[in-house]
């Protein structure tokens, strides 16, 4: 009798653990299809963000620069000077590629950097004809060989119109796609583990720019891409793929990475919960279940670890966003308002015009240039020219420079030395200077003064940059390096990266840099270099 009770009892145990087992089973594959589909969601949604990022950036260029190109009728005649001096003013100075201005007939009338054509020839890129048809509208030329550089390019282009309204030829800038290209300093730091890569592709299947260098002006077949266009998310042949277009320059944002790698987060632990419930078989169930719980809490965690990753290059991206249209507005503004007022204005008027134009153009100048700088740094890629440098002949060009931006603006220089020499890249230092002196001018008022005050000690160089505005609480000070800390208050401006690039730059070169401050009087950034030999003196041993 005790016999069949004793085997009944074991196989409701058997039962019991078999039921305990598939439960676990279902809640683990249910909890990893859930995490799989919140890690695709996800993954979208930053592919679609920076393709609305890449469109609000031509969008503005469009808006900026389509008035300027068509503020006056173009004469397009071969070699004509007034065309000429017309490119020449809107060629920019460090461009690696220039402008071409081309007849109703695609025949080039005038250009910069001509390289692989001249005056006189046609100009063979796709959907030119688009460009010159009478309905045309500013587009993105796709991937073509460049005549105003040996390199592939992509061209942003406006059509112009004759006096009659019809067309009268285009205004084409070319843009090279390469590894160097500004599309791929931006996507260059966007990569993930060893297969994750960010690309942008064009309607013909071309890679534009991409966070994989290698992969720049191929074809879209190297990275296998599906059918599938638009904004999806893809799994085939044991890659993941989420896309999403970009409107204007008609570009579709791919992002592409080995499925074992992208689900290896969610993939592991599964894999480990279920070795364990075949062991908790034989030994005991409830172990299983508590495993599954701690492996779910992980899981749970990397998804939160990824959201906040992804929030905090949606913020990036919008601060860039934002900044970047307020000094092109300001810049279009002046601009323009000086083209519509130019007889009326005296030439005080036009100055003041010229210089608020200027100082936006600087503005905008700056905020690329942290952007570039700051993808440098995290790739290690800034590139540094060490040489023997007077600091204290630095610190007072960097002051005057900061007192010509701001006339009225009281800044003062102090210094107990003469020359005060250090071994630094003089470029980056003055970058340093003029970082600094701009955050005290932000988070000061327009008429408080700027105290600049240089002193040597201790076999050290320390340049101290003081202001009057509100202060940092203390609670913050040992945060105001760290990336994208904007300010002191709600009305913070600027990329929140000045002062990041400061730190690396400084602890490049053997220093250090610190903050301090007291609310409601004003903060103080000092940064302190090692001193060199003075000229007179050999140089140390390299």
């Keep these: 009798m005790r016999q069949p009770r004793d085997r009944w009892v074991a196989v409701a145990a058997v039962v019991v653990v078999l039921v305990l087992g598939g439960l676990i089973i279902t809640t683990v594959r249910q909890a990893q299809h859930n995490g799989r589909k919140a890690l695709e969601r996800l993954q979208l949604d930053q592919t679609k963000q920076l393709a609305r990022e890449f469109d609000s950036l031509f969008e503005q260029v469009n808006i900026a620069l389509g008035p300027i190109v068509n503020a006056a009728p173009w004469n397009i005649r071969p070699n004509d000077p007034v065309d000429a001096s017309r490119l020449a003013r809107l060629q920019n100075p460090g461009a690696r590629t220039g402008i071409v201005l081309v007849d109703r007939n695609g025949v080039i009338t005038n250009g910069t950097l001509l390289q692989r054509a001249k005056v006189g020839d046609r100009l063979s890129r796709p959907e030119l004809d688009l460009l010159l048809s009478p309905d045309a509208q500013p587009r993105v030329l796709p991937l073509a060989p460049g005549v105003t550089t040996a390199l592939p390019t992509i061209a942003i282009s406006f059509p112009l119109r004759d006096p009659t309204g019809g067309p009268a030829g285009a205004y084409i800038s070319e843009s090279e796609v390469s590894s160097e290209s500004p599309f791929t300093a931006i996507v260059r730091g966007l990569g993930r583990g060893r297969t994750g890569t960010f690309s942008f592709v064009d309607d013909d299947g071309n890679i534009i720019a991409s966070s994989d260098s290698s992969l720049v002006g191929t074809s879209g077949r190297t990275l296998a891409l599906p059918s599938t266009r638009g904004t999806a998310f893809v799994r085939q042949n044991g890659y993941v793929y989420a896309s999403a277009v970009a409107p204007t320059p008609r570009w579709t944002s791919v992002f592409r990475q080995r499925a074992s790698e992208f689900d290896g987060s969610l993939t592991r632990p599964v894999r480990s919960a279920v070795l364990l419930l075949a062991l908790a078989t034989v030994l005991v169930g409830g172990g299983a279940f508590f495993f599954l719980l701690r492996r779910l809490r992980a899981a749970r965690q990397e998804q939160e670890r990824l959201a906040e990753i992804n929030a905090i290059r949606e913020e990036f991206m919008s601060i860039v966003s934002h900044e970047l249209r307020t000094p092109i507005t300001g810049?279009?503004?002046?601009?323009?308002?000086?083209?519509?007022?130019?007889?009326?204005?005296?030439?005080?008027?036009?100055?003041?015009?010229?210089?608020?134009?200027?100082?936006?153009?600087?503005?905008?100048?700056?905020?690329?240039?942290?952007?570039?700088?700051?993808?440098?740094?995290?790739?290690?890629?800034?590139?540094?020219?060490?040489?023997?440098?007077?600091?204290?002949?630095?610190?007072?060009?960097?002051?005057?420079a900061a007192q010509d931006v701001q006339p009225t603006r009281p800044i003062t220089l102090s210094t107990s030395t003469g020359p005060a020499w250090v071994h630094g890249d003089p470029e980056r230092i003055q970058q340093v200077l003029t970082n600094l002196i701009d955050n005290a001018m932000k988070n000061s008022a327009a008429e408080s003064p700027i105290e600049v005050t240089v002193g040597v000690a201790d076999g050290e160089v320390t340049v101290a940059v003081a202001d009057r505005g509100a202060g940092i609480p203390s609670e913050e000070l040992a945060r105001v390096f760290e990336k994208f800390v904007r300010g002191r208050g709600s009305d913070s401006r600027g990329s929140g990266l000045g002062l990041y690039i400061c730190q690396r730059i400084v602890a490049a070169h053997g220093g250090r840099i610190w903050a301090s401050s007291q609310e409601g009087v004003g903060a103080t950034l000092t940064f302190a270099l090692p001193l060199a030999p003075t000229p007179s003196e050999p140089a140390p041993a390299s």
């Design 331 to 400: 810049l279009l503004g002046f601009l323009q308002t000086t083209l519509d007022h130019w007889d009326a204005m005296s030439d005080d008027d036009r100055q003041s015009a010229v210089l608020r134009a200027a100082s936006n153009a600087r503005r905008l100048h700056s905020l690329t240039r942290d952007v570039l700088d700051t993808a440098s740094l995290e790739t290690g890629e800034l590139t540094y020219n060490f040489e023997r440098v007077d600091l204290a002949a630095e610190v007072a060009s960097a002051a005057t």
